[in-house]
């Protein structure tokens, strides 16, 4: 029996695989589900829930509903995509739903999965390639990552 995240990666999978740009989206939403993973390892946070959130993150993108807003738009896309799959809690929706609501909003701080899932979408857009420029409203958090990490910052 495959368990929640698998059942859940399926349904991306659909999703990603009808959109507009599946290669990137691929990309982008394993790298920071796997990012997120090894944060909340890192953090003591639950990691299955953790890595829910990165996969879910940019869900309103991946169904075609824009940029705009779409941290708010992909909370409630993956609240309607968890109740449907009745697999978790209110709780759990909850803390998921949060955390993707507020992940656009890099300079603020909140709840611990909130930070985590800012976190690992730094991280993918940083290390996508290392020689692109980090994005400005990144940079702080960024240079936070690599010291956490044990890395320098002023590579």
């Known amino acids: 029996m495959e368990n929640r995240l698998e059942i859940l990666r399926v349904e991306m999978d659909k999703l990603i695989m009808a959109s507009h740009h599946p290669r990137g989206y691929f990309s982008h939403l394993y790298c920071v589900s796997h990012f997120c993973t090894l944060l909340a390892l890192r953090r003591n946070l639950n990691v299955e829930l953790a890595t829910t959130c990165g996969m879910l993150h940019d869900i309103a993108n991946v169904k075609g509903n824009g940029s705009d807003n779409h941290a708010v738009k992909g ?74 990490l044990g890395c320098s910052p002023d590579e």
Do not use: G, Q
């Open 75 to 148: 909370a409630e896309e993956a609240e309607e995509l968890l109740k449907t799959l009745n697999l978790y809690t209110n709780n759990e929706i909850k803390i998921i739903t949060t955390a993707i609501s507020r992940h656009s909003d890099k300079k603020a701080v909140h709840k611990p999965y909130d930070e985590l899932l800012k976190d690992a979408d730094v991280m993918s857009h940083c290390f996508y390639n290392y020689d692109f420029p980090v994005s400005e409203n990144e940079i702080v958090r960024y240079k936070n990552l690599l010291v956490e």
